[in-house]
T-cell receptor
Framework: AQSVTQPDIHITVSEGASLELRCNYSYGATPYLFWYVQSPGQGLQLLLK??????LVQGIKGFEAEFKRSQSSFNLRKPSVHWSDAAEYFCAVGADAGNMLTFGGGTRLMVKP | DTAVSQTPKYLVTQMGNDKSIKCEQN?????MYWYKQDSKKFLKIMFSYNNKELIINETVPNRFSPKSPDKAHLNLHINSLELGDSAVYFC????????????FGEGSWLTVV
């Protein structure tokens, strides 16, 4: 069975600073990997996904993520964080059967002015 | 137009009551899901339907019964509500092939008192 670990429950960064959110997965085959963002009181919005091909994936809102098979990781990065990026971020792995997503526990990002 | 819409957004009800949450998607997708987000923000799949057929049923109490009258709708009925059912319930949909983006609704906040 697949699993996802997001080691950091909370992260605080200053506005304008760079950001990296960690994600490690466990899955027996080639994974489909996703990052979603959830703003307070809102649903989940897809930031980006890795399906195949180029291991550096560009997403919306200036985010990118890099798939590293050797490290079983799919870390999310942004070079300069904006106050509006404060939210909960979820990494997920998709399974072939039923295209079901297994989520990590989430990382709450806080942005200091 | 909202792609995946669910109603109600907020629901406060007493223990023992029966309630339903409705979900509709206008994306033409063939696969729909219900996910549960608990108080610790952990997201877990409950059910998945493909072309109105149940394909994933995780370990969920029998009090939860999904119903899909057509491909565009997946409703969740909950009998004999318990305090532990308090959570955010997300409906989602996709075109059912592994790796395709799964689109989420804005969530239904259920509080059982």
């Amino acid at each position: 069975a697949q699993s996802v670990t997001q080691p950091d429950i909370h992260i605080t960064v200053s506005e304008g600073a760079s950001l990296e959110l960690r994600c490690n997965y466990s899955y027996g085959a080639t994974p489909y990997l996703f990052w979603y963002v959830q703003s307070p009181g809102q649903g989940l919005q897809l930031l980006l996904k890795y399906f195949s091909g180029d291991t550096l994936v560009q997403g919306i809102k200036g985010f990118e993520a890099e798939f590293k098979r050797s490290q079983s990781s799919f870390n999310l990065r942004k070079p300069s964080v904006h106050w509006s990026d404060a939210a909960e971020y979820f990494c997920a792995v998709g399974a072939d059967a039923g295209n079901m997503l297994t989520f990590g526990g989430g990382t709450r990002l806080m942005v200091k002015p | 137009d909202t792609a995946v819409s669910q109603t109600p957004k907020y629901l406060v009800t007493q223990m023992g009551n029966d309630k339903s949450i409705k979900c509709e998607q206008n994306l033409g997708h063939d696969t729909m899901y219900w996910y549960k987000q608990d108080s610790k923000k952990f997201l877990k799949i409950m059910f998945s339907y493909n072309n109105k057929e149940l394909i994933i049923n995780e370990t969920v109490p029998n009090r939860f019964s999904p119903k899909s009258p057509d491909k565009a709708h997946l409703n969740l009925h909950i009998n004999s509500l318990e305090l532990g059912d308090s959570a955010v319930y997300f409906c989602a949909s996709t075109q059912g092939r592994a790796g395709n983006t799964i689109y989420f609704g804005e969530g239904s906040w259920l509080t059982v008192v």
